[in-house]
């Protein structure tokens, strides 16, 4: 009751300062805060640039997760973090980096460029472009803060139950993932269904399917994968929460619960998840390949298809992940031959890039030195995947060593380096800065030599005997030496790191701005000008093909022909209230994770509250003169 | 991003007329598809829970062929009226529009109570949440549909005051064409929950 009473009171407080009948003058005076426009903007760049910031600061969280795992396996026997800690690290790593660092990075990435690829003003549904930031800010918030109360997850980032239920996971640990993932994973699915719609509905004159740049035709098959593979998630964190908190009997197999539905769900979500971060990575790739070869991408059509394949087979192969739970050989043929399959449309991708640099005229900046690296990277830790996909073999490897370095080689080599090349590439219209060249090859070389000697010798651990997520191992057994090198490297990424972030420092703090078409850029983006303003195009853009930038510039135009007269242009006002949802189902959840009810319903009141605002809010958005009309006004 | 105010006659497709209009119910769409794999997996874990009844009584014991028929007549029937209410909203008739959606929820709120009335029986007879898997996977899936039909009953009332105020026009007109998408949605959903829960547990 007392908690309620607060809560109340709380709630009123907050109210009162929301609606402005506390005290006007300070709402007046928020409102005009640099904070306040950040909060409640719609502009995709912002929200991008906000998806990106938080993505890099969560990559930076699982990376030092990650250097203290590799501290406590420096040695046999070390005990600076066993256990519980330990569990709690790799928890959080994996979590934290697919969820929090990678799929943010993305969708900063998606946001900032794919309307200015396209042609478009804005994303199709501005306000739910804002909720998804902010339930993915909260819902990643909710899932650290483990760490400061209770105890943070610990059942491993795929939580297989029996270990994720209460007996064998006591305490809030697990909690915490099941809620924050579940509000995180709600703005997921909102955002995918917003990219696809804005794909198919807000092309400019002439954007065809089939001119649009890889970089977003990965986007829009992404998108695809999204809105189908969340669901999964979502039902597999309601059935466990059910579990956990409301003493349901989905996974307790006593009760007659099934251990293996877990993984069927979660894998059903998980492998097409891979995919959800890597076919974007891919169409980074084949936009900077094209790029700096200045070369069309070889094979555009054929590279469509692919990506579409490769999209629809996601869906086919999770069994893989479960050859050894004993479904039986037919089930476990099936899958392993579906599994296969997939590495004929990546293939045809690599042949694809290798094709684009054929003969093409290349220079090599840092973007151009991620993609390049890419290519061996990925391809090797496509390789262990076909040994991984046949089952005989998959027993021998299942859960060791050998995966994780599988999966790093896949996930770093391919997503983790084209965020990075994407970064290098995409920066002077992100921030309207460069980064620096001379640091960029520092970061590239310490990060790429880096990777290798962490993730290589691990194949070899897991060929030796060594089991994945335990925290430490027997001397004597021919262990040590490859764990050292394999703890030197990650320190070597970690530096890479470090100079990465002194890199941005350093450009958000020079006052020089970008030239508007850096790299002699091929696609819509380098035709608007750095930075970028918020209405994107004075005029949209008439698209005439393939690289429609470049076919200006061959055709000796400076810029784009507008398909439209010079006009006023409608844009969408910002709203303080995705800000606002997403704190109630904040507190929500935590009151939920605390099982205290009260809180918990209060929260979801307080998001049928703020529903209800938004439905009844009749904002229709105003209309503003460019730059250009305002010049044409002046003179005349 | 054609701005232009559009003019509103009887017969036209309200609903796209705006090209936010066409944004939103493509958005929908596919909202539902996510909807869809959210309900086959809701099925998946009820089919493969089903029989783990452990000690309680099963489906052929619990359930009541007629109290399902009606409940689901009833929503079967409630599809049909949002289907009026949209023809009257195409015709720019407000109050036949307001009249059918207004059964359409009066509809709905009688299914509610006759899911209500059912699971309290059920409950009565030691058939609950928490009694085995096959209860667990039971409530969840029908009882997702219920918390469907619930905020959809909901969501209707609000738009219908806010047709009922603002008039049927490009802005309401979106709202109320998705809500009814969603309503038929649910419908299909039960139609699925007749067969595979009911049908096929009274089989046994
Ligand atoms: C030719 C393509 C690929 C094949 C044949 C393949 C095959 C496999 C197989 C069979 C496993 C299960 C190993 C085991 O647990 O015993 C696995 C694990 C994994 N793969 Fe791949 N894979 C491929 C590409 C990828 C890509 C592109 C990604 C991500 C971008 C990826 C990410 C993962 C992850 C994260 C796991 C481990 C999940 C875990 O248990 O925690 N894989 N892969
Ligand atoms: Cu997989």
């Known amino acids: ?636 | 991003m054609a701005h232009h105010p559009v003019e509103i006659k009887p017969g036209m497709h309200l609903e796209t007329a705006t090209f936010e209009g066409k944004n939103k119910v493509m958005g929908f769409w596919m909202f539902l598809g996510a909807e869809t794999v959210l309900f086959a997996c809701l099925f998946g874990t009820y089919l493969a829970l089903r029989n783990q009844t452990v000690n309680g009584p099963s489906g052929a014991e619990l359930f009541d062929p007629v109290l399902v028929a009606v409940a689901t007549a009833i929503l079967l029937f409630s599809s049909l009226t949002s289907v009026f209410a949209m023809m009257a909203m195409n015709k720019l008739d407000k109050k036949g529009m307001l009249f059918w959606l207004g059964v359409t929820v009066l509809l709905g709120l009688s299914f509610l109570v006759l899911e209500i009335y059912e699971f309290v029986h059920y409950i009565h007879e030691g058939h609950t949440f928490m009694s085995s898997a096959f209860g667990s996977s039971f409530y969840a899936l029908v009882g997702t549909h219920g918390a469907h039909v619930t905020f959809g009953i909901i969501w209707i009332s609000t738009i219908m005051y806010q047709a009922w105020k603002w008039g049927i026009n490009t802005e309401t007109a979106p709202k109320l064409f998705v809500s009814s998408l969603y309503w038929h949605f649910i419908d299909v959903v039960w139609v699925f929950i007749f067969t595979l829960v009911y049908l096929l547990g009274m089989v046994g």
């Open chain 1, 1 to 636: 009751m007392g908690t309620l009473l607060i809560m109340i009171v709380f709630g009123l407080f907050f109210a009162a300062i929301f609606t402005g009948g506390y005290n006007n003058t300070l709402i007046q005076r928020a409102r005009k805060t640099t904070a306040w426009d950040w909060l409640t903007s719609v502009d995709h760049k912002k929200i991008g640039v906000m998806y990106f910031m938080a993505g890099i600061f969560y990559f930076v969280v699982g990376g030092l997760e990650a250097l203290f795992m590799r501290y406590q396996l420096l040695v046999p026997g070390n005990d600076a973090f066993v256990g519980r800690t330990f569990n709690e690290l790799l928890t959080m790593h994996g979590t934290t980096m697919i969820f929090f660092a990678a799929m943010p990075l993305i969708f900063g990435l998606i946001n900032v460029v794919m309307p200015l690829q396209i042609g478009a003003r804005d994303v199709a549904f501005p306000f739910l472009n804002s909720l998804g930031f902010w339930l993915f800010f909260f819902g990643a918030l909710l899932t650290n803060m483990g760490w400061i109360f209770g105890g943070a997850p610990d059942a491993g980032w795929t939580s297989y139950v029996q270990l994720a239920l209460n007996e064998y996971s006591p305490g809030p640990g697990v909690d915490y993932y099941v809620l924050g993932l579940q509000i995180a994973g709600a703005g997921t699915t909102m955002s995918g269904i917003n990219f696809l719609v804005t794909i198919l509905n807000m092309r400019t004159k002439g954007m065809s399917l089939l001119r649009m740049p890889m970089f977003t035709w990965t986007s829009l098959i992404t998108s695809v994968l999204i809105i189908f593979a969340m669901p999964p998630l979502t039902i597999a964190l309601l059935l466990l929460m059910m579990d956990r908190l409301f003493g349901a009997n989905f996974f307790d197999h006593v009760m007659g619960g099934s251990a293996v539905l877990w993984e069927h769900l979660f894998w059903i979500f998980g492998h097409p998840e891979v995919y959800i971060v890597v076919l974007p990575a891919f169409g980074i790739m084949s936009d900077i390949f094209s790029t700096f070869s200045k070369k069309k991408l070889f094979g555009y059509n054929s590279m469509v298809f692919a990506t579409s394949l490769i999209g629809f087979l996601g869906f086919m192969v999770w069994v893989h992940h479960m050859f050894t739970v004993g479904l039986g050989p037919v089930s476990n043929s099936i899958f392993a031959i579906a599994t296969m399959l997939i590495a004929i449309p990546t293939g045809i991708k690599v042949f694809n890039w290798l094709f684009t640099m054929w003969g093409g005229e290349l220079t090599f900046p840092v973007a151009m030195k991620w993609a390049i690296g890419f290519i061996p990277t990925f391809v090797i830790g496509g390789m262990t995947g076909i040994m991984l996909a046949a089952p005989p073999a998959d027993f021998q490897y299942q859960d060791s060593y050998f995966v994780v370095a599988h999966f790093h080689y896949v996930l770093i080599g391919g997503t983790v380096f084209a965020l990075l090349a994407g970064a290098y590439y995409w920066w002077p219209k992100m921030f309207g800065k460069m980064l620096s060249e001379r640091l960029g090859n520092w970061h590239f070389w310490l990060f790429f030599i880096g990777f290798h000697l962490t993730f290589f010798p691990q194949h070899f651990l897991g060929l030796f005997g060594m089991p994945r997520r335990v925290f430490t191992y027997e001397p004597n057994v021919g262990l040590e030496y490859i764990n050292q090198v394999s703890t030197f490297g990650a320190i070597l990424m970690g530096i890479g790191t470090i100079i990465f972030a002194w890199n941005m420092i350093q450009s958000f703090r020079s006052k020089k701005i970008a030239a508007a078409d850096p790299w002699d850029g091929r696609s819509l983006e380098w035709a608007t000008e750095t930075p970028v303003p918020f209405y994107n195009f004075a005029q949209l853009p008439e698209v005439r093909g393939v690289d429609a930038f470049w076919l200006e510039k061959q055709a000796g135009n400076k810029q784009m022909t507008p398909a439209e007269p010079l006009g006023k242009i409608h844009m969408p006002s910002g709203s303080h209230i995705p800000f606002l949802m997403s704190i109630a189902l904040f507190v929500g959840g935590w009151g939920l994770i605390a099982r205290s009810w009260q809180i918990g319903v209060m929260g979801l009141l307080a998001f049928g509250v703020t529903m209800f605002m938004r439905s009844f809010d009749r904002d229709h958005g105003f209309y503003v003169k460019p730059k250009e009309l305002l010049d044409k006004e002046a003179k005349s």
